[in-house]
């Protein structure tokens, strides 16, 4: 492990570039998010879509943009339009995943005040305002807020409601109509917080490190059972999501139709690109795992839309069977798992995703089932990885304790801090991903770049 310095503010803009994802659409917001969503294009995002309010849409700056109007956002965009139409055709219509922003006061329900400090009419301090930071919060699929680490930032209730999370709780914004999934995560120089989903301010990170390949270095524990993520780690994707997600969603409605469903799409997810956006963003705000067959279920009958079971999973089928196209096995992964079997350890996998059955058909599609004793998926369970139960789920079918097990996958935070608490040892796989600095105490008990390093790890 490195050795690192870095300033506070330093430390807050890698904690805030890692809340992004590769492929996100942004708002970027002016000052420090400007700085962490460019970190974030620089590292592990390089698809990232920088959208500014000044009307650029695929920002590619060659420099650090000095503000959101600076000339060089301008040099390769994807675009350049109104304002009007940034916030109108781009934003309310659900096209934003994220939007960054920064406030003078942020209370427990994630509302932002940047007006004023002080009653409105004889304000102590009369802040900047808005902007557009009301409709971003409105909007965004989610939102994230940077300020520095300050008592008067954190109110038990903001002084002037500019921009609203969750008003006085969830279901009252639920009321509102509001698309977005509000304020997830508040990102400081001190700490980053989930703390709309928790009674309190909870601190979640600290330092970040770099974590390098960790050849020779062998478990704390004796290994009996191993566990697999599944995506990025087993197999791979290759194209990017958005086109397969329209085909596979014309391809659901094409089997609802002629199975008589007589409603559309705008019908039953209106504004959403597909069933997959609804769906993503329905579960955004915990980890719970409702499952898509059951989530259109619902939608179905709240339309008071008859359709059998079995011609429902042949329609869930028909959408699956296009995005399964774009999942490849790794060439190491049967040598691997072929390799483990015959030193007689039992394997597993425990994965994310919608559908149990979509999970079963990806892993046999890739010749890998006849390796593995038991497969856990978040649908079946119903919680995700890194909710405790999910792991729980996994250990109890072997019968062991949490440290004779160990949990191999490529996301840090479903897969490392989600096997470290519940107990497992964990490796940490980033062939598949970029492991800059990571602002978390909790290390990997084991860093590798290909699978086929891992026998000897654990024979070690």
């Not at 020779?216 to 566990?227: D, E, I, L, N, T």
Request: glycine share 8%; net charge negative.
């Amino acid at each position: 492990m490195s050795e690192i310095t870095y300033s506070s503010a330093e430390l807050m803009m890698i904690n805030a570039a890692r809340l992004l994802r590769d492929g996100d659409v942004v708002f970027v917001g002016v000052g420090q998010p400007n700085l962490a969503c460019n970190l974030a294009k620089r590292t592990h995002a390089p698809n990232l879509v920088m959208i500014y309010e000044a009307g650029v849409i695929g920002a590619q700056p060659d420099r650090l943009p000095l503000s959101i109007g600076d000339p060089t956002l301008v040099s390769g965009a994807l675009s350049v339009v109104s304002m009007y139409d940034i916030f109108t055709l781009y934003l309310q219509r659900g096209n934003v995943d994220v939007g960054f922003m920064g406030g003078a006061q942020i209370d427990k329900f994630g509302n932002i005040n940047s007006t004023v400090i002080g009653e409105y009419a004889h304000p102590k301090t009369r802040l900047p305002g808005s902007g557009g930071s009301q409709e971003i919060a409105a909007w965004a699929n989610r939102c994230y807020l940077m300020t520095p680490h300050q008592k008067r930032r954190f109110p038990e209730k903001v002084e002037f409601m500019t921009s609203a999370g969750f008003l006085n709780g969830r279901k009252e914004r639920e009321a509102t109509g509001v698309r977005g999934a509000g304020m997830l995560a508040v990102v400081t120089d001190m700490l980053r917080n989930w703390p709309f989903f928790a009674k309190s301010w909870t601190r979640r990170a600290s330092t970040p490190r770099v974590f390098e390949h960790q050849a020779g270095r062998s478990m704390k524990h004796a290994v009996r059972a191993v566990f697999f993520d599944l995506g990025n780690t087993l197999m791979f994707d290759r194209d990017p999501w958005a086109d397969l997600y329209q085909r596979a969603d014309d391809e659901l409605w094409n089997s609802l139709q002629k199975a008589g469903v007589r409603s559309s799409p705008g019908e039953l997810y209106p504004g959403e690109n597909s069933l997959f956006h609804y769906y993503y963003k329905l579960r955004a705000n915990d980890l719970d795992e409702p499952g898509i067959m059951p989530t259109l279920r619902q939608l179905l009958d709240e339309h008071d839309i008859k359709i059998s079971d079995p011609d429902l999973r042949s329609a869930i089928r028909s959408m699956y069977e296009v995005t399964q196209t774009n999942w490849y096995p790794e060439e190491d992964a049967a040598p691997t798992l072929q390799a483990l079997r015959e030193s007689g350890l039992r394997l597993g996998i425990i994965s994310n995703g919608a559908d149990d059955d979509n999970t079963i058909t990806l892993i046999d599609k890739g010749n890998l089932g006849s390796f593995f004793d038991v497969v856990i998926s978040s649908a079946a369970v119903g919680k995700r990885k890194p909710d405790p139960l999910i792991f729980q789920t996994a250990l109890d079918h072997f019968r062991l304790p949490a440290e004779a097990a160990v949990m191999i996958g490529d996301s840090y935070e479903a897969d490392i801090l989600g096997g470290h608490q519940a107990g497992l040892q964990t490796v940490w796989i980033t062939r598949r991903i970029n492991p800059v600095l990571i602002a978390y105490d909790i290390e990997p008990d084991a860093t590798v770049a290909t699978l086929v390093e891992i026998p000897s790890l654990l024979a070690a």
